[in-house]
């Protein structure tokens, strides 16, 4: 059902969405007051379920494509992924009917409702990816076998550029990566357009709505002082798999991605273990001393043990009380193909995926 946005439901969406980026997806800190500011103004919000959208509704796709430590350090302004999607109508020739996320995980699920905020179009209730993944082939419209062109890519210099054609998914995250290296690691993104239909037989369908929904419960159980953590837990039907402290982060940005290793030291019932998180932009695989305890494309998110508040991979340092949760992947990316585009393998992990609430 559509409805509107107001204020409380930006902050909780901040909250939210932050877990489910998985650690990655970049923080959305900036994002939020940005859009908290604009919605204090008067601007209003209108989130569309995907299944009201009309069969030919044309979606504008975005994200902010980069590094996620580098989006600590750039402003992002909501007129560069407004503008990205007005590139993508000039080549198509034709207006967008609504916008919707790429991801839902960290900054990436405020784009479209900066994009809004400057084209006053609705938002679909829905992203491509249910959580954040760190390549753009990594999505349910690949899965789908739906066209990976045309892209438009805008970065605050006054670079714009249009991708018109690619062979395959990968070829579009070659090519698109290239081309945000070269602008600093950050640019703005709007991928291949969708159909309504498209979008309502291929996107993971009211994620936006589920990233509220989650802040919600946070904030709730912050309220009524009670576990933060384990309200994430009921919400999302995850469980906690490791309690501990940070010890190390090893991180470094290489090709457009920021990569690397954090080591936990456990705490209470896994005191004298610890866990390694490996991580490519999000948090990828966990290992419990010698034993894979979770994996992609199942959700691995790392919280602060008191707030509830998700740690980012660039956020990570050393001392934090964390709280690590698994949540299980939607059916989509458990399936043979989907594991092609999202599986551990299609990370460069020789595993098989680990479900980390079986």
């Known amino acids: ?39 204090s103004e008067g601007t209003q919000f209108q989130l569309v379920d995907p299944q009201e959208l009309d069969d030919q509704a044309r979606v504008a796709v975005v994200s902010t494509m980069g590094a996620p430590l580098v989006m600590q350090e750039r402003l992002q302004d909501p007129r560069d992924v407004a503008r990205a999607v007005e590139v993508m109508a000039e080549h198509i020739g034709c207006a967008f009917d609504a916008v919707m996320a790429t991801e839902i995980g960290g900054s990436n699920a405020f784009q479209p409702l900066m994009a809004s905020a400057h084209l006053g179009i609705p938002i679909v209730d829905a992203d491509a990816m249910g959580r954040a993944y760190p390549e753009a082939q990594m999505t349910s419209f690949a899965i789908g076998g739906l066209q990976p062109w045309p892209l438009a890519l805008v970065d605050p210099r006054g670079v714009e550029a249009i991708v018109t054609h690619v062979p395959t998914w990968k070829w579009m995250e070659r090519a698109s990566r290239a081309l945000t290296i070269e602008t600093g690691s950050m640019a703005a993104t709007c991928k291949a357009p969708r159909s309504g239909t498209e ?153 098989d995926p680990v479900d980390p609430c079986p």
Request: proline share 3%.
């Open 1 to 39: 059902m559509s409805r509107t946005l107001d204020a409380q439901d930006v902050d909780d969406l901040a909250v939210g969405a932050w877990v489910l980026g998985t650690g990655g997806g970049g923080s959305p800190y900036l994002n939020h007051l940005n859009m908290q500011q604009i919605a």
């Open 199 to 351: 979008v309502k037989r291929w996107a993971v369908a009211n994620s936006m709505s589920f990233a509220i929904r989650i802040g919600a419960r946070v904030r709730q159980a912050r309220d009524d002082h009670e576990d933060p953590v384990e309200a994430v837990c009921s919400a999302a039907n995850g469980r906690v798999i490791f309690t501990g402290k940070i010890v190390d982060v090893d991180r470094r940005t290489t090709g457009g991605f920021l990569r690397g290793v954090a080591k936990l030291s456990g705490l209470d019932e896994y005191a004298d273990c610890e866990v390694e998180l490996e991580f490519q932009n999000e948090w990828l695989v966990a290992r419990l001393d010698d034993q894979v305890i979770a994996t992609v494309p199942h959700l691995i998110c790392l919280l602060d043990a008191t707030s509830g508040e998700a740690i980012g991979t660039e956020t990570a340092r050393y001392g934090q009380r964390v709280a690590l949760i698994g949540i299980t992947a939607p059916p989509l990316f458990l399936s043979a193909n989907g594991l092609n585009y999202v599986g551990p393998r299609a990370m460069g992990y020789d595993l």
